[in-house]
């Protein structure tokens, strides 16, 4: 009998779990939004701020970025050793909450870094314009916060995605739920490019541009807000979208 005419009841189920993950994927993509202007703009403030460190180092403003990794370090210690334990006696599900659960809390600490973004980017702006010489007096770990938040982000929904899909997808098919995971990653990048060219397209057109070649006279902190509130309405759909979802495996 052809195959390609009938479907084993295997085949039908695996494809019924591939099938139901892609709302979930679907609904994380616009928080990473917010992740990605981690390697963005944050680095572009930082480039203008004060990262002296004593008298004679300067500290290399990429290398910032490297508090959102001790960021996500801090979450996924106080996840692994603290809250699971707590909620599981709690609770008496295995991983303390479901792993979507997880995932919209990582979701919400992207939304605060956000809101955290717009209060220093507006006070960096500010200083930087009211200095004579036009550079900006203001210490680069001011950016500290929202790149810890962030990496809060990491620790709580980037390790949630790896680990549902990994776990949501049919065994046969884990390399592909590896997948997911990353091109969920990859996705909020490519959109936030698209994005930015929008927003910018966008406010020339109207008046001012949000986005210049001088970062001083730019208005990112107006993206910042934009990127909250995107995240936000995410947030909601990603829950409803999650309240319908039906785990592979039953969970306590």
Known sequence: MNPWRLAT??????????VAVVPIWLGTI????S???????????????????????????ASIYSLAAFGMLISVCIYDKLLVPF????????????ILRWIDI??????IAMVVAVVVEKERREKATSSIAGSTPMNVFWLAPQFMILGFTDGFALVGLQEYFYDQVPH????????LYLSVIGAANFLSSLLITVVDKVTSRLGKGWFEKDLNKSRVDNFYWLLAAIGSANLCLYVYLASRYTYKNVQQ
Do not use: C, W, Y
């Not at 909620?87 to 479901?98: A, F």
């Open 35 to 61: 992740v990605a202007q981690t390697s963005t703009f944050f680095i572009k403030q930082a480039v203008l701020m004060d990262r002296k460190l004593g008298k004679h180092f300067v500290i290399p403003p």
């Open 9 to 18: 009841v295997t085949q039908v189920e695996e494809t019924k779990l591939v």
């Open 30 to 33: 616009a928080f990473g939004l």
């Open 172 to 179: 046969s098919m884990r390399s592909l739920g590896i997948g």
């Open 87 to 98: 909620l599981r006696r709690k609770t008496g599900n295995e991983r303390g909450i479901s």
């Open 106 to 111: 990582g979701m919400a600490f992207a939304i």
